[in-house]
């Protein structure tokens, strides 16, 4: 066993011998406060608290006219730990967490739209109502669909996770889709009126591939050229690799002049 290391808890101690000696001409304002309030002199540590997962549930109960809501309790499995992770912090976790990870999975280009992610005053939350996905001053995204299934889960009767998530999933995809048509329809009216747009990103794309094709035609005959010659020197006939070299040359101007 190590050595117990009490400096902290005698500071006070230390900062008044120090003052008695005259190493130190005033005394630190926290002295007093120190002794009226002394640090703790517990040296056991404690297990953080487990936190269970809470689900919030609308469900019909036998004789009840009205929906009730119901919490459950998810249980974790407490698996052993060593003895080096005991007192580490205990991950938290919340039902929003399961639902995201499940559409992220099935939508991971949802991540590369770009995202607002400043706020004004940090509770914009406050100010949306899931009972629609779509709401006022908010970018429609993946955690929309999220909040959205949430939302039917806790307050639905008889919900289940699946149907939830069919809903949320039908109107993200119905306003998707006018959003493309709006965008599509705006950019055909601004044509008709005279704009002019750069080349598309499918133009782009297509001119790189095209340069990055040539770059791969210069290397691959280069290539196969040196290749050839190789094998003629070994097989002590140069001019045969000249005379294919010079063929093969031909062959790729009559494409170039097709």
Do not use: C
Not at 58 to 64: D, E, P, Q, R
Not at 143 to 161: A, C, G, I
């Amino acid at each position: 066993m190590g050595k117990i290391n009490l400096t902290a808890l005698r500071v006070r101690k230390t900062a008044l011998g120090q003052f008695a000696s005259g190493k130190t001409s005033k005394l630190p304002q926290w002295v007093e406060v120190i002794g009226e309030i002394p640090p703790a002199e517990a040296l056991i540590r404690t297990r953080p608290p487990q936190h269970q997962l809470v689900q919030q549930r609308m469900k019909t109960v036998a004789g009840s006219s009205k929906p009730q809501v119901v919490f459950q309790v998810q249980e974790k499995r407490r698996a052993p730990k060593k003895a080096s992770r005991l007192f580490q912090p205990v991950e938290l976790k919340y039902e929003e967490d399961q639902l995201r990870t499940e559409f992220f999975r099935d939508h991971p280009w949802e991540l590369a739209r770009p995202r607002l992610l400043l706020e004004t005053t940090g509770k914009d939350f406050e100010h949306y109502d899931w009972s629609q996905i779509q709401q006022p001053g908010k970018r429609l995204d993946g955690e929309s669909v999220v909040q959205r299934q949430l939302w039917l889960l806790n307050n639905v009767p008889d919900m289940t996770k699946s149907n939830a998530y069919d809903i949320a999933r039908r109107e993200f995809y119905r306003l998707r889709l006018r959003e493309d048509v709006e965008r599509r329809v705006a950019a055909e009216e601004a044509q008709a009126y005279g704009a002019e747009f750069g080349p598309s990103f499918l133009d782009i794309g297509m001119k790189l591939e095209d340069v990055q094709y040539d770059k791969w035609v210069e290397w691959a005959r280069a290539t196969a050229q040196v290749q050839d010659q190789r094998q003629a020197a070994l097989s002590g006939a140069p001019e045969l690799a000249e005379e294919k070299s010079v063929t093969e040359t031909e062959a790729d101007e009559a494409e170039s002049s097709l």
